[in-house]
């Protein structure tokens, strides 16, 4: 079945860019997406990507699809400590109409000032 | 900006009790979903409904679950008969449509955290 794993944790300083992995199993994936989830806060859909793209910029954030390697990163640009949240990366594939999204655990990003 | 929310925000029962689990979706939105996240573990897909019935669901999603949009705002995740496993936070989330097709973009609610004694 579809797999997505992260890893858990990540350290950077304020200012730095931040590049976040992740790998996926699923080749017939159709999107790529990254969550954000604060503490005690849902999660919030930062951006994706389409399986046909290779790369996606929105202002501080990157992210890069190597579908080859089934493998996805999110750079954040600039690091503020407001970045500080838990980064999920998920896959879905259209089944019959809706889209199921398959999560990884998780990656904890702390900011250090 | 719209937004999905979520009640109660944190709900205790016991065993063996049944529950529900309210959600108003984003307001022109008519895909909806739950997911779950046991503590420590990965976000997990449950059910999808569109059109007032089920779309998908997961092995997870046995007959101890139902959903119902019992009026036009709501969205509900009823359990049955609650056991400890159930145990977990409880996300809603809801996607945009057009023609029937659904637009691949989630939003979710901040989850209910059901507890189970």
């Known amino acids: 079945g579809e797999d997505v794993e992260q890893s858990l944790f990540l350290s950077v300083r304020e200012g730095d860019s931040s590049v976040i992995n992740c790998t996926y199993t699923d080749s017939s994936s159709t999107y790529l997406y990254w969550y954000k989830q604060e503490p005690g806060a849902g999660l919030q859909l930062l951006t994706y990507?389409?399986?046909?793209?290779d790369m996606k910029q929105d202002q501080r954030l990157t992210v890069l699809l190597n579908k080859k390697d089934k493998h996805l990163s999110l750079r954040i640009a600039d690091t503020q400590t407001g970045d500080s949240a838990i980064y999920f990366c998920a896959e879905a594939y259209s089944g019959a109409g809706s889209y199921q999204l398959t999560f990884g655990k998780g990656t904890k990003l702390s900011v250090i000032p | 900006e719209p937004e999905v929310t979520q009640t109660p925000s944190h709900q205790v029962t016991q065993m063996g009790q049944e529950v529900i689990l309210r959600c108003v979706p984003i307001?022109?939105?008519?895909?909806f979903y739950w997911y779950r996240q046991i503590l420590g573990q990965k976000v997990e897909f449950l059910v999808s409904?569109?059109?007032?019935?089920?779309?998908?669901k997961s092995e997870i999603f046995d007959d101890q679950f139902s959903v119902e949009r019992p009026d036009g705002s709501n969205f509900t995740l009823k359990i049955r008969s609650t056991k400890l496993e159930d145990s977990a936070m409880y996300f809603c989330?809801?996607?945009?449509?057009?023609?029937?097709?659904?637009?691949?973009?989630?939003?979710f609610g901040p989850g209910t955290r059901l507890t189970v004694l």
């Open positions: 989330a809801s996607s945009r449509t057009s023609g029937g097709a659904v637009y691949n973009e989630q939003f």
């Open positions: 307001s022109n939105h008519l895909y």
């Open positions: 990507i389409f399986s046909n793209m």
């Open positions: 409904f569109y059109n007032n019935e089920i779309s998908e």
